[in-house]
Structure formats: structure tokens, C-alpha cells
């Protein structure tokens, strides 16, 4: 720690046995995109793949599940590859709140090295290809996209680095998806409010831990680089973009800048979500891409998104679960932990130390109503404290020998959820539920719970020593 | 994975008709694949539909692309615009 950039961390997967460097040669269709669908159907613990040999291309390579799976996780983190996910979810709630790190700024780029002003091609410069089946051309779907408001310029917070989904439109032109809510949709508004494009800059290929904290749901005055820096440790390189002024992982493979068209919508999608259902097409705005800087034989890095478990389960995982834990343990330090990483949370799991009784249902309401929740967090499952969350056989035992389902079920009527959930109706709102598998305590004195099995003596010890000894 | 390309180029061969939209006439060569003669790629002006020469024929062919994906050219104009634009400041 940390990664200066996407090829020091290939480089220490390579190490651990996390990379899968594939040399013969495969089509940009269907190979790539099933090569990445294929890892996470395999395993939770699957490598990185890396392709050289692309058909039409004479030096395209193109990364894939870099962060596909525990492993690569904890290994974007610094720590074991074993590590346990509570253990990193706990790691990643402590450095988030060492934020903010002041960020490093740098003049020396490995991107700065090739410049693009005339006769840009993004097909000539990366292996652009398409994911799945129906998507309506190629993505791409893994950049860091920055933006400033143009209310306020120089508010190096407000500035924001995040990612979102960019169709292919041609050559130099892209569509966005900036939806209201995102922060460079405020900014979008505020542009054209003043009749004036936006300046975006694109950065393709990073870091992980860029990657990572680009999707985390921070408030609007926070930066992410300042976040990076705190995931990391250590301060984090930003360089200036050359045409825009924005500032840029110093890392990135490429570079691309331009500006939102004030004003302008186009249709765009579908493509396939993240809920395993494609997004219908809109009419969403365009991006006119002037100036590309990149290094030599840059690295398309790319993201494969479908049914869930996929790359971007990983890569949200905790980034959804720890702000949903910090909030709710503001208000309620009972709560242990949160494992909010189904569906971005649509579905979310809490194990908490009930006061009294009802108090668990009580903390599922107040989850769907933190920020994130009021998107997500339609279903909620309670688990006691003593149930780990984010193990699921522990979940289910809690669901099929202390849910009662005469009495665990609380239903919120016509509640908001993110549009893209195909069971909204109509889109946006949809009933919410909590199912408390916590165990009753007074004033609900119903069951029979007094003769818990618990774990033989030393069983902790045993643990360690195995582990051990299993390495 | 791992079988060598097969598939030619169909530079020559501009398709008429748009698999998604049914437009004719609407479709341009987007670019051709940096080693000569491998692939080309295929846009539609109406409804923005981008593909690949080398892509199977469910991506491509007009008679068996899945109804639930087709797009009325008249119905673009209807659709959604996400993020509405906002009125201008005075």
C-alpha cells in the first residue's frame, strides 16, 4: 500500500496468484464479457484477467474482475488475501474515518507521455467491446469521471470524481447517464442553467482503491480523493488535466476531455444494470471528447455487470455497507454490523443488540430512511448481535429458527426505491419489509430460546491453530 | 476461448437495415479495426444501435432481433429525458 496505479496492483495479483494473464487470442465478442460473466459464477475467490491477444487489435489489452472477488478485495486493501469479509469491513469503516487526507499534486503523469488533439478514434485507442447481448453498443463503464460546479470552481470538494455509464456514441462521442441525484448531475443543472457546457474529464484505468472510493455515496462537499487517501493511508496523486484544468488520478491509463453539451439529449441504452435487467433506453445527455492523453499501450480497464454476484458486487460491497453502519450507529450503538451488499443493498442484512423488545425492527425502519436506504434497503433482515451478517448460513439459521412469521414482519407501504428496481411500481416506489430473526426479548417473551447450543471451551483457540496449520 | 478468428470482413457489405430500429439507410461505417481487414463496426444515425462485423447474427439480423428490444424511430422523441433540462437563469 498504497497503488500508484492499475499496473502496480495487476502486478501484486500476479504475485498472489490473482491474475489470470490469458495469451491466446479471443474476439472482443462474446469472449471478453463471458470471460469476466464466468469468474464470479466459479468462485468468490477468482482471479483478475488480463488479455493481450484481441482480434483487430495489434496491442489492445484489456483488464477485467480486477476487484472480482474477496481476495482481490482485501488484497485492494492492503491486507491478507485470506482476510475475512467482516474483518474487512471493519478495516474499512476505521479508515474512513480518517478522512480527509490532503491529496498530493503532481507534475509528472504517466498519462502526459501521448497526446490526441486531431482525429481522436477511442475504437483505435482501446478495445472497446460490448457486454452483454442487448446492450445498444459499446461502454464504457469503469472511469472516473470528473467535473467541477461551475457555481463554485475553485471548491476543491465540491469537485467530483465518480462513475457512471458512458455509451460509445462515435469516435469522440459519448452518452452519460448524470442522473439528479448524482453530484454531477448538480453540476449538469447548474451548467446549464447558465447556458454553458460542463468540462469533464474521463480517467480510464486506475487504481483500485480510486475505483472503489468513485462509488462510495459521500456528500457533496466531500472529495474523494480526499477519501482515497484516507482508504489508503497515504495521500493520493492527483495531477491537472491539461485541456480542462481538472484534477485527475496521476495513475490513470487515459485521459479523456471534453464537455457535456449544454442542452442536448440523446437516446441512450439499453444496457445491462447492475439488478440483472437492462435499463430502457432515454434520452440522456452527450459528451464531445477534444483532447485524449494516454500512455504507451494503455490498458483498457473494464467492468462486466449483469446477475448479480459480479465484479461490481465486490467493488460496492462495503462501500454501501460501511456509510448504512456509520449512520445507523450514530443513532443506535447497538448496531454491529451491517452487510449491505445485495443488490447495492436493495436487500441488507443487521445484526444488532436488541434493548428491548421491537427495538430491531425499529432499527430496520431507520435504515430505509439514511440516505443511501431511501433508494435501497427495501428488504431488511434483523440478525442478533451474536450472528455474523455477513455469513449467510449464520442468516439463515437466524431467518428459520427465530423469525416468527406471525409476528417478525413489518411492512412499509409505497416507499421510495431507486427507479431501476424492476419490481418498483411504478418505478421509484414499492413496499418495503423488515424481517426481525433477531430473539425475543421482553416484553416479547414468546418461544423457547433458554438452551442455546454454544460452541465447546477453546474452540477460539482451536480456530486460530487450525488456520494455521491450513495455511 | 483461445480459437483463432475466424470470421471476415464484411467491410464491403454495408447492411441496409437497422437490427434494432428497422431504419434503412441510417447506417455508417463507425471505424474499422486498427489491424486492416479484421472487423468493422456499424452505426445507426436514428437510434445510435452500434455493432461489430464479427458479432453473431442475434446482434445484427433485423428479422430475428427479440421484439422487447426493438425501438419505434417515432418513440425516441417520446421518450424520458434524463435529467430534464432546466430553464435558463434570467
Not at chain 1, 477534444?290 to 458486487?313: A, C, N
Not at chain 1, 454490523?337 to 444488532?352: C, E, F, I, K
Amino acid at each position: 500500500m498504497p497503488y500508484r496505479d492499475l499496473r502496480e496492483f495487476l502486478s501484486v495479483l500476479e504475485e498472489e496468484g490473482q491474475l489470470l494473464k490469458h495469451t491466446d487470442p479471443v474476439h472482443p465478442e462474446p469472449d471478453l464479457s463471458a470471460a469476466a460473466r464466468a469468474v464470479p459464477n466459479l468462485t468468490d475467490r477468482g482471479p483478475a484477467l488480463l488479455f493481450d491477444n484481441i482480434h483487430g487489435y495489434r496491442r489492445g489489452r484489456v483488464a477485467l474482475n480486477v476487484v472480482g472477488s474477496w481476495p482481490n478485495h482485501a488484497l485492494m486493501l492492503g491486507m491478507d488475501k485470506d482476510t475475512p469479509v467482516k474483518e474487512q469491513f471493519f478495516e474499512f469503516a476505521r479508515r474512513w474515518d480518517d478522512y480527509p487526507v490532503p491529496a498530493e499534486r503532481r507534475d509528472d503523469a504517466p498519462w502526459q507521455e501521448h497526446t490526441i488533439d486531431e482525429g481522436i478514434d477511442l475504437f483505435q485507442l482501446l478495445p472497446l467491446f460490448r457486454l452483454n447481448r442487448y446492450d445498444v453498443g459499446t461502454y464504457i463503464d469503469k472511469a472516473v469521471v470528473v467535473s467541477r460546479d461551475p457555481d463554485d470552481p475553485d471548491h476543491f470538494g465540491k469537485q467530483n470524481a465518480g462513475i457512471y455509464r458512458i455509451q460509445v456514441k462515435d469516435k469522440a462521442t459519448l452518452g452519460i447517464q448524470p442522473l439528479p441525484t448524482h453530484d454531477i448531475g448538480l453540476h449538469l443543472r447548474a451548467a446549464e442553467e447558465r447556458g454553458e457546457n460542463l468540462p469533464v474529464a474521463i480517467a480510464i484505468g486506475n487504481d483500485p482503491v480510486m475505483t472503489t472510493v468513485s462509488g462510495m455515496p459521500l456528500t457533496y462537499e466531500q472529495s474523494e480523493y480526499e477519501m482515497a487517501g484516507a482508504i489508503q493511508g497515504e495521500p493520493y496523486r492527483i495531477a491537472k488535466a491539461p485541456l480542462t484544468g481538472l484534477d485527475v488520478p496521476w495513475g490513470a491509463e487515459v485521459v479523456l476531455e471534453g464537455e457535456i453539451l449544454a442542452g442536448v439529449r440523446e437516446i441512450e441504452g439499453p444496457f445491462g444494470e447492475f439488478t440483472g435487467h437492462y435499463s430502457g433506453g432515454r434520452r440522456q445527455p452527450v459528451i464531445r471528447i477534444t483532447k485524449v492523453s494516454h500512455r504507451t499501450d494503455p490498458i483498457f480497464e473494464h467492468l462486466y455487470l449483469g446477475m448479480p454476484w459480479t465484479e461490481m458486487d465486490y467493488t460496492l460491497a462495503l462501500n454501501t455497507s460501511v456509510p448504512l453502519y456509520q449512520q445507523l450507529k450514530k443513532d443506535f450503538p447497538e448496531v454491529v454490523a451491517v452487510n449491505a451488499m445485495y443488490t447495492q443493498g436493495l436487500l441488507a442484512v443487521v445484526s444488532v443488540k436488541q434493548r428491548y423488545g421491537g427495538f430491531a425492527k425499529a432499527v430496520g425502519m431507520r435504515a430505509m430512511t439514511t440516505p443511501h436506504g431511501l433508494g435501497y434497503c427495501k428488504v431488511m433482515i434483523m440478525v442478533d448481535e451474536t450472528v455474523d451478517p455477513f455469513n449467510l448460513a449464520q442468516v439463515m439459521w437466524a431467518m428459520s429458527v427465530k423469525f416468527h412469521p406471525q409476528h417478525d414482519i413489518v411492512t412499509v407501504p409505497n416507499a421510495s426505491v431507486l427507479p431501476l428496481d424492476p419490481s418498483s411500481d411504478p418505478a421509484g416506489i414499492t413496499h418495503k419489509v423488515v424481517f426481525d430473526a433477531t430473539t425475543p426479548i421482553a416484553p416479547e417473551t414468546r418461544g423457547h430460546y433458554s438452551q442455546t447450543v454454544d460452541a465447546p471451551a477453546d474452540t477460539k483457540k482451536w480456530e486460530d491453530l487450525l488456520k494455521g496449520l491450513i495455511k | 476461448m483461445g480459437r483463432p478468428p475466424q470470421r471476415t470482413d464484411q467491410m464491403s457489405d454495408l447492411p441496409t437495415t437497422c437490427a434494432r430500429c428497422d431504419s434503412t439507410g441510417t447506417i455508417r461505417v463507425l471505424t474499422t479495426s486498427p489491424v486492416p481487414g479484421a472487423w468493422t463496426m456499424y452505426a445507426c444515425s436514428t437510434c445510435t444501435y452500434s455493432w461489430r462485423s464479427t458479432e453473431a447474427a442475434y446482434v445484427s439480423d433485423p428479422a430475428t432481433y427479440p421484439a422487447a428490444f426493438k425501438v419505434d424511430p417515432a418513440a425516441i422523441a417520446e421518450m424520458p429525458v434524463v435529467p430534464t433540462v432546466p430553464p435558463r437563469r434570467a
